[in-house]
């Protein structure tokens, strides 16, 4: 099993930066990525980033390309999304997951608990 805890979220005005981390713990030599998704309120989770663990690859959604930006620290088993120029619609509960690398939920099976990231205009 790997666990996920998620911490960083908060209140933040449109323009603003704020950065979410993702520590990992338990059997995490057996993911090959990890990735950040976001609910917001009343619609369905989306992909926002991934990173492998291996090479260091990343992938973003459309939306938020540009703005932020995935990074991971493999001794800490922890990656990190730096979110700037944030906007009113970057509101959403974010979601730390692990696994397997792709842009779905369904290529991850352990989920962190979520972090709440409120965006005021």
């Known amino acids: 099993q790997v666990q996920l805890v998620e911490s960083g979220g908060g209140l933040v005005q449109a323009g603003g930066s704020l950065t979410l981390s993702c520590a990992a713990s338990?059997?995490?030599?057996?993911?090959?990525?990890m990735a950040w998704f976001r609910r917001p309120p009343g619609k369905e989770r989306d992909f926002v980033a991934a990173?492998?663990?291996?090479?260091?690859?990343?992938y973003y959604a459309d939306s938020v390309k540009g703005r932020f930006t995935i990074s991971g620290d493999n001794a800490k088993n922890t990656v990190y999304l730096q979110m700037n120029s944030l906007k009113p619609e970057d509101t959403a509960v974010y979601f730390c997951?692990?696994?397997?690398?792709?842009?779905?939920?369904?290529?991850?099976?352990?989920w962190g608990q979520g972090t709440q990231v409120t965006v005021s205009s």
């Open positions: 997951a692990a696994d397997q690398m792709g842009t779905t939920r369904y290529h991850y099976d352990y």
């Open positions: 338990g059997r995490t030599f057996s993911t090959y990525a």
């Open positions: 990173i492998t663990w291996s090479s260091g690859s990343t």
